[in-house]
């Protein structure tokens, strides 16, 4: 699957600039965490990167609004932002594809030099399951952590309910 949208939405994933998702509101915020959540539970990556120019340029200022994501089985060989070439506010945004080519979220490199990378079923899940595991053991965090604590202490909530609920895991060789 491929999804190019303009989604008039502004997020890290997408590499928009902090000012533009930080502070605007409850409706932005909203839509954010939605798309955001979205392509989480699709399995969606997105092809944005960090350095390519604006994908949307109005009287209002630039932004990267328009998302480029995909699923498993598609790589992305080639995207290019074209700028000025189009009567849209939106620039032009070219993609090579390559269909059919399977997908690993995790390079090779990084496997082959993280021992404990790990990878997870993430089909036929129950993912009810996995969400109570994860509403269950957040509930215990303590807001008095430092940032690292709480951060790792997320971190091996979230291995766990993976653990637990996806399935059995596997070293990636």
Not at 23 to 36: C, I, K, M, S, W
Not at 100 to 127: L, M
């Amino acid at each position: 699957m491929v999804i190019c949208a303009d989604t008039n939405t502004h997020s890290p994933l997408w590499h928009s600039q902090e000012r533009q998702y930080v502070g605007r509101g409850n409706e932005t915020e909203e839509r954010r965490a939605q798309l955001e959540c979205f392509l989480a539970q699709n399995t969606l990556h997105v092809e944005n990167r960090k350095g390519q120019p604006p994908r949307f340029s109005g009287p209002g200022g630039t932004s990267k609004i328009d998302v480029t994501a995909i699923s498993r089985g598609v790589r992305v060989e080639e995207l290019r932002v074209i700028e000025d070439v189009n009567l849209s506010d939106h620039q032009l945004i070219t993609i090579k594809l390559k269909i059919g080519a399977g997908r690993s979220y995790t390079t090779d490199e990084t496997a082959a030099t993280n021992p404990t990378v790990r990878r997870y079923r993430d089909r036929d899940v129950n993912w009810n399951r996995f969400r109570a595991h994860l509403v269950a053991r957040t509930g215990g965090l303590n807001d008095r952590m430092t940032a690292k604590e709480y951060a790792n202490a997320l971190c091996r909530i979230i291995v766990g309910a993976a653990h637990e609920c996806l399935g059995d895991t596997s070293r990636i060789a």
